[in-house]
Structure formats: structure tokens, C-alpha cells
């Protein structure tokens, strides 16, 4: 390996600041941090070197100490396993089958069944492409296509497939999900929608748990989604280790703690096969709250480059308020609904106030008393999916 | 022209960014103060014979504060003697200018008005502190230097509780920032109306503009002619704050009842019980309320006065050793021994092992 | 001619904005000061990038997203832009800006 000598100092390039590698740092990281012999090939969050057999048996070891230090799953159960395209999924699956063909006690248990949800019109070939990475894991597969399911919903055997060609055969056509005009309650429903799907398809297959292949940057990023929403409340179940609205099944994200660089480089040292699709590069159209929260953390991450561990950490630390652990789900999203207590103002509240006082201020001002106000109780819909039910066609 | 939303006959003449709805003028003054009269009692913010100190700065918030406390207070009787206080930091051409308008408050709202500077309570003026700690943190002395500044001025003219101009976008940009930063403790309680309240001799403070929009008090100031100044402080364009109001404006702009989705989720957060906060307790040097040994003020003001600037800024659980360190250093000038008012005194554990 | 040999190679999404080419072999001209990675992505902006080129560069390096790795060593610890190229060795950019 030949490396120029001189010293770099930190570059401005564009508005963004690339930490070039100076010569006082070259000291620091000339041995991997770990293993402190072999030469380092990748260095982390600015400051960690790794040489590759560290880094991927760190990568490896993290996965497997996330799975057993949260209890997730029991001997031998079937979890259902969201594919997408990109790097992330790839590197769950590959981390799924190292940590089940272990031969030691430590090795995993459980038995992976790989579903992709088509969320518009995809090419036979592309949907192959998926078939061979996913079958050089040895993990079973399921295709489905969304649009259909959330039309026939109840009716899964009609609209989940064990083959590609036979979903294509039924289903040739598939529209991209587009609900409603607005961008943030069209990609709101689409992931509350995809939720809904993989909870009753692991019911079908007798799966307990559902992984999702999210990264740190997601995790962050539905973080603050959420909290722009309005849907405070239910961190622990959007964005926490585990999602447990539904009774029966339990969604984990198992690559939190990882970040794009990690999964790209784990998936090159692995010469793992990615699937890609120009449909799926980011827009930066800014349209949605998601995207442009995206696009915010993944600049803020630059300068700040403890920004998405910060974000995700403190959504670990969140638990749901003891009074709704009981409630009535809501009708959309089937988080529990918290009770509007007349007592505390709040901002719901507050917010109903000021559109009624905009209609009906006369009404006010007969007596000057706030007695023909109703404070609203949240029966069907919480907080956020009352804003878009609306948007709903059904 | 459509007509006023309210019902009331005449045509509108505005669009409230908080609700979409088209009023009146004078509909939207009654709408804007009636939520405040709402917040104010659903809140029970005050009581009957309270002096409330109005925290001015000669800013629009302050300003609009103090005249719809007057307003409110005379239409519905709360029964409250209102005083204006105002915290003169030493910050050349910007402070001088807005405390102008606070004197043009007390005149035009014929309110009682005390000044209090940095200089009088610390020693120091920010142009000062600027000067030793440069312009990256020194937002964190101005802020932690100011809330004491008010209380202090509370407690000099015995109110019994201070009213702070803060709005629904200060409050959404807050919960933002803190769990951009992951401070926890922040986080649970920025999005209190009333906050100082159960904490001893602590003057409870509350937020009656929690509510209200930012762009409302810019619109209520305009349309009913109120003089307010408006710069941004010299010194602020480097806080970290800054990131998290872009990113508040630019949500704003998909949809403003998103300032309020962000207040709500702040308020319904709960933190597990298995997280450790730091718990609150008195300083040991001068009393005031505080999660370490000695209160934020006082270590930044040792930190100036001691020539180490950066003392206070980072981890709190240097400071000691920082301390200690410097005592160390010191051990052969008498200085340290003989000082009345050294800080090392009040550090509880005075023993350190020293290498 | 001693042309200078280069093994670009694009993954993650990358290779969509090249024609969907994975592997690349160029031969750079001589020229009088070294080849960096920093000539070399104005190189490949010239000659290989067709559209989009917001998606890949960003100033006078890569856009923030694209990482990469020469020899299989992550460019960060050998000195990014300035890195001067040598005879056959493999640079590889690989997209992170894909959703999933």
C-alpha cells in the first residue's frame, strides 16, 4: 500500500468539511485499533481504524450481541425477514446465515423466511436478480405486491406468492402507491400501510418477529418524522429496539446502530451482490417531511458527525406512558390511544381551541366563557393519523 | 375578498398561518388574545394580586407579551400588578438599542421598569466574555447568565413570578435542539408552561405565548402598530440553535400546524425508568438551583475570572479536575489558600490524589 | 506513451450513472504532475459521467454519500483527493444514496 506523505489539512469542499487526514493523525492510526498489529483498511465515525478481519468480526459480533442482549428471539422461531434494495438488506441476510452456521453453542436459532414487497412495476429481471441473492443465502422467499395486497388485504393467499413469475402472471401491472397529493401522508400511509403488511404476513407464516433491515440514518430519521407528526408518544413503538403494537408480532430493527458506511464496506470485504434500481436513488426533491428530514440529518451528520448516534440513543431511552398500556388501538396505525385528559392543556387542544375560536368567535363573545368548547377525545384515530385520515380513500 | 372566517360580516384581510383561516383585523386581535386568555386560565398561570415581572427585551415577543398581559389583565380582572425587567448583557449596538424601545415600553404601557446589567451582577459584559472566549460558546454564557440575571432581578424586586416571552416556535425549535443533542433532562422539560415551580425558593416562571406563532406576533405587532426592535444579537450566528430553527422554517413551509405536531410530541414524551437523569439540587457557592455542586454561572464565571474560559464548557465532570489540577499548580503560591471566595472550598471533596 | 493503467469500479447504486458499468479499465495520459484521485474525477466527469453529475461530485471531490476505496482501503486513511495513483491499482466508488 503506497500513500502520499504530506499533511492534509480539514478541506472545504462545497458547504461541507471532508476530514482529511492529517499528519499528527497518521501517528494515532497506522495499527488497528483492535487487534493493534495488522495495518487498518477502514476507519469509522472519523476516529476508529480497523484492519478487515477486525472490522468484520466486529460487524458480526455487534449483530449477534443485539439479537441476544435484547432477548428477541426464542429457540427456533420462524422470523419473517424484510428485503429491500440496497446495501442494508444484503448485509442482514449475510449476517442471518454467518451467525446460523456458527459451529459453535453461541450460533444463532432461528429460521429466516425473506419476503420483497413490489411497491411498483418491476422489471422480471430485476425481480430474478433478487431471487439469486436471496436463494445464495439459502432463505426461503416470498414476493408480494403492495397495491394489491392493501386492495384484497384479507385475503393474503390471493396476493403472496412463493414465486416471482407467479406474481407477475397474476399481477403484470403494478401502480406505485400514490394515496393522496401530499407527499408526507402519501409516504406516512405507505410505511403504516407496509407495517400492517409484514404484521399479518408473519402471521400467516407463523413467524413471531419481523426484522427490517433500517440503519442508523432511518432510525433518525423516523425519529424526528415522528416528532414533526406529532406522534411523541409512540417513539419507543416507530423508532425503538422493538415495536410491539401488535400482540402477537414483534418488529426489531436489528441494524440500528449500523451506518452506510459500515453496511458498504461489510458488503464489499464480503464481495456480497447488491440489488439496485434507479427508482430507488434519493431524490432530494425535499417535498416530504421525510425527505427533507433525511436530507437535514444526513448534512448536520457532516459537521457533526455525532449527530445520528445522538438521535438514536435518545429514542432508546424513550418508554411509552404507563397510562395507555391498556388503551384502545388506534383505528389506523394501532398504536394505543392516549386519553385527552381535560385536566393539562396541551397542544391538541390548544390547536382545536384556536380553530374553533376562528369560527366561532361571536359564539365567545356572548358570555365570555369558554363553556360551548369541546375538548375532543381521541376514540378511533390518535394525534397524527386524525390529520390524515382524511387522505384515506376507504 | 372573502369574508372573515368568524363570521362577523366584514371582509378578511388576512390568512392565519396558524389555522389557514381568513379574518378581519379585528377578529384576528380578539382570536390572538382570546387562545392567550385560554392558555392563561386553562393553565392557571396566575393568581389574583400576583406582581408579575415581564422578562423585556425591547424584542416583538416581550413587547406583544406586555401589552396583551395589560389588555388581558384589565378586560377579565386577573387582578396582577405588571413590572417590565430587562437584563442589559453589554453588547455594543445591540442591547443599547433595544433597551431605547424597553424605555419606550414602560412610557407607552405605563409600567414600572428595572434594569439590570451583566456587568452589575458578574463583572463582566458579553463584549468581554467574547473577547476571552471567542464566538463559539459564547452563547452558552449569555444564556445561562441571563436566566440567572432574571431571577436574581425577580428576587431584588420580590415578584412573585416572571412571565418569559417564549412562542410555539422557540418551544418546537427547543425540543428539536435537545434531541439533536440528546439532552434528555431538557427535553422533559422544555415544553412546561410553568416551570421554577416546585423547587423551593425558586420564582416560577411561565411561557403565556407557549401558543402562540411566531409569525402571529409579527403580524398582531404590525397591525396594531406596536415598536418593537428587531436584530438578530451580533454574536448568535455560530449557536447550534441555528440548525434547528432551519429546519423548523423549512418544515414550516410544508405545513405550519407542524410547530404545533412538534409541541405535542415534546409533551407527550416519557423517558424509561431505566435512564438516569442528574437530579436537581442547590449550589454549594451561591445557592441557586442546579444538577452539579456548583451551579453553571459559577464555574463560568471562575472559569473568566481565573483566565481559563473554556472552563464550563463540556463535560461538568472536568471541572473538578480542572480545578484541582490548576490548585495543584498553585500549591506554592499562596494565592489559592488565601483567597475568600475560592471555589475550591466549596468542592466537597477537597482530598484528590494528586500524582 | 507510458499511459498510466486504472481499474475504476462503481457498486452500490453507483454504476447506474455510468451506463450501468461495474468495472472500467483507463488508461490516463502522461502528464506532468502526478495523477490524484482529485485529476482523476474530473477525468471521469469529462469522459465517463453523462448526466447527473450532481449525484457523484461534489466541488473538487465526491459527493458526500459515495465512498471510496482504493485497493480495498477505505481513501480516508490515505490521504482522499491526494492521493496519487499508481501503475493497476483499483479504485472503486460505491453509492450510499440508495434508499432501503
Known amino acids: ?394 | 375578498m372573502p369574508k372573515c372566517s368568524a363570521k362577523c360580516g366584514n371582509k378578511a384581510i388576512l390568512k392565519r398561518p396558524k389555522t389557514g383561516d381568513a379574518l378581519c383585523k379585528e377578529c384576528f386581535f380578539d382570536a390572538f388574545e382570546t387562545e392567550i386568555h385560554y392558555t392563561i386560565t386553562k393553565c392557571t398561570l396566575f393568581k389574583p394580586n400576583m406582581t408579575v415581572a415581564i422578562a423585556a427585551s425591547g424584542g416583538k415577543d416581550s413587547t406583544v407579551l406586555a401589552y396583551v398581559l395589560k389588555l388581558l389583565n384589565k378586560k377579565y380582572n386577573y387582578g396582577l400588578k405588571l413590572v417590565l425587567l430587562s437584563i442589559d448583557e453589554g453588547i455594543t449596538g445591540y442591547r443599547d438599542d433595544s433597551l431605547n424601545t424597553v424605555k419606550q415600553n414602560r412610557d407607552d404601557y405605563e409600567m414600572p421598569l428595572k434594569i439590570l446589567s451583566y456587568k452589575d451582577l458578574y463583572g463582566w459584559t458579553m463584549d468581554e466574555i467574547v473577547e476571552k472566549v471567542g464566538r463559539k460558546n459564547n452563547c452558552t454564557f449569555c444564556g445561562v447568565f441571563r436566566r440567572q440575571a432574571l431571577d436574581r432581578g425577580a428576587a431584588l424586586l420580590k415578584v412573585d413570578c416572571i412571565a418569559t416571552g417564549h412562542n410555539a416556535d422557540d418551544i418546537a425549535e427547543t425540543v428539536l435542539m435537545n434531541v439533536l443533542r440528546g439532552d434528555l433532562a431538557r427535553l422533559k422539560r422544555c415544553t412546561a408552561i410553568i416551570t421554577g415551580n416546585g423547587s423551593g425558593d425558586g420564582i416560577p416562571r411561565v411561557k403565556p405565548l407557549k401558543y402562540t406563532f411566531e409569525k402571529e406576533i409579527v403580524m398582531y405587532a404590525y397591525f396594531r402598530k406596536l415598536l418593537y426592535f428587531s436584530t438578530e444579537c451580533v454574536f448568535a450566528p455560530n449557536a447550534y440553535r441555528g440548525h434547528a430553527r432551519m429546519l423548523l422554517k423549512d418544515l414550516e413551509k410544508i405545513d405550519p400546524t407542524i410547530i404545533m405536531n412538534i409541541i405535542y410530541s415534546g409533551e407527550s414524551i416519557r423517558v424509561s425508568e431505566n435512564t438516569s437523569l442528574p437530579s436537581l439540587t442547590n449550589c454549594t457557592n451561591c445557592g441557586y438551583v442546579s444538577s452539579q455542586q456548583l451551579c453553571k454561572a459559577c464555574v463560568l464565571l471562575e472559569g473568566l475570572n481565573r483566565g481559563l474560559p473554556r472552563l464550563g464548557i463540556g463535560k461538568s465532570s472536568r471541572v473538578k479536575q480542572i480545578l484541582t489540577e490548576e490548585k495543584y499548580n498553585n500549591l506554592n503560591s499562596n494565592s489559592c489558600v488565601e483567597a475568600k471566595n475560592c471555589l475550591c472550598k466549596n468542592l466537597k471533596d477537597n482530598s484528590v490524589n494528586l500524582k | 506513451m507510458n499511459s498510466l493503467q486504472v481499474n475504476v469500479e462503481f457498486g452500490g447504486g453507483a454504476e447506474l450513472l455510468f451506463d450501468n458499468k461495474k468495472t472500467v479499465t483507463i488508461s490516463l495520459p502522461e502528464k506532468k504532475e502526478k495523477w490524484t484521485i482529485e485529476h482523476l474525477l474530473i477525468w471521469i466527469k469529462d469522459n465517463l459521467l453523462k448526466e447527473r453529475q450532481e449525484m457523484f461530485l461534489q466541488g473538487n471531490s465526491v459527493r458526500p454519500g459515495i465512498l471510496v476505496l482504493v485497493n480495498d482501503t477505505d481513501w480516508e486513511l490515505m490521504n482522499t483527493i491526494n492521493y496519487i495513483i499508481q501503475p493497476n491499482d483499483r479504485i472503486l466508488f460505491i453509492s450510499t444514496l440508495h434508499g432501503g
Open chain 1, 1 to 394: 500500500m503506497t500513500c502520499s506523505h504530506h499533511a492534509v489539512p480539514f478541506r472545504m469542499v462545497g458547504k461541507n468539511i471532508w476530514f482529511g487526514l492529517s499528519l499528527r493523525d497518521k501517528k494515532k492510526w497506522d495499527k488497528c485499533n483492535k487487534c493493534k498489529s495488522n495495518v487498518p483498511v477502514i476507519i469509522l465515525r472519523h476516529k476508529d481504524v480497523y484492519c478487515k478481519e477486525c472490522f468484520l468480526s466486529g460487524a458480526a459480533h455487534k449483530f449477534k450481541a443485539f439479537i441476544g442482549k435484547n432477548h428477541l428471539v426464542k429457540k427456533n422461531d420462524f422470523v419473517l425477514v424484510c428485503f429491500r434494495s440496497g446495501h442494508s438488506s444484503v448485509s442482514l441476510l449475510h449476517m442471518l446465515r454467518s451467525a446460523l452456521d456458527l459451529q459453535t453453542p453461541k450460533k444463532l436459532k432461528l429460521r429466516p423466511i425473506v419476503i420483497y414487497i413490489a411497491k411498483a412495476t418491476c422489471e422480471p429481471q430485476f425481480l430474478k436478480e433478487i431471487e439469486d441473492v436471496v436463494c445464495s443465502f439459502n432463505f426461503p422467499l416470498y414476493f408480494i405486491s403492495f397495491n394489491q395486497y392493501i386492495s384484497n388485504g384479507q385475503e393474503l393467499d390471493k396476493v403472496l406468492f412463493a414465486n416471482f413469475r407467479q406474481m407477475l402472471e397474476n399481477y403484470p401491472q403494478i401502480n406505485s402507491f400514490k394515496r393522496t397529493n401530499n407527499p408526507t401522508a402519501t409516504q406516512t400511509l405507505e410505511r403504516i400501510y407496509e407495517q400492517q403488511l409484514l404484521t399479518e404476513v408473519a402471521k400467516h407464516l407463523n413467524c413471531s418477529i419481523v426484522f427490517v433491515p433500517d440503519i442508523s440514518l432511518n432510525v433518525a430519521t423516523n425519529l424526528l418524522t415522528s416528532i414533526s407528526l406529532g406522534r411523541g408518544a409512540y417513539l419507543p413503538l416507530d423508532t425503538g429496539i422493538c415495536d410491539t403494537r401488535d400482540p402477537q408480532i414483534t418488529i426489531v430493527r436489528p441494524l440500528r446502530h449500523f451506518d452506510d458506511k459500515e453496511l458498504a464496506f461489510y458488503n464489499v470485504y464480503n464481495k456480497l451482490k447488491l440489488v439496485v434500481s434507479p427508482n430507488e436513488i434519493k431524490k432530494f426533491n425535499n417535498t416530504s417531511v421525510q425527505d427533507l428530514i433525511d436530507t437535514f440529518v444526513s448534512n448536520l451528520q457532516l459537521n457533526y458527525p455525532a449527530t445520528i448516534t445522538t438521535v438514536v440513543r435518545t429514542g432508546d431511552k424513550l418508554a411509552l406512558d404507563k397510562t395507555v398500556l391498556k388503551s384502545k388501538a388506534c383505528n389506523l396505525c394501532k398504536a394505543p390511544l392516549l386519553n385527552n385528559t381535560s385536566e393539562e392543556l396541551n397542544s391538541a387542544t390548544a390547536t382545536d381551541f384556536s380553530r374553533w375560536i376562528s369560527a366561532q368567535l361571536q359564539i365567545f363573545k356572548k358570555d365570555e366563557s369558554f363553556n360551548e368548547f369541546e375538548i375532543k377525545q381521541r376514540e378511533l384515530y390518535c394525534y397524527a393519523c386524525s390529520k390524515i385520515i382524511e387522505f384515506v380513500e376507504k
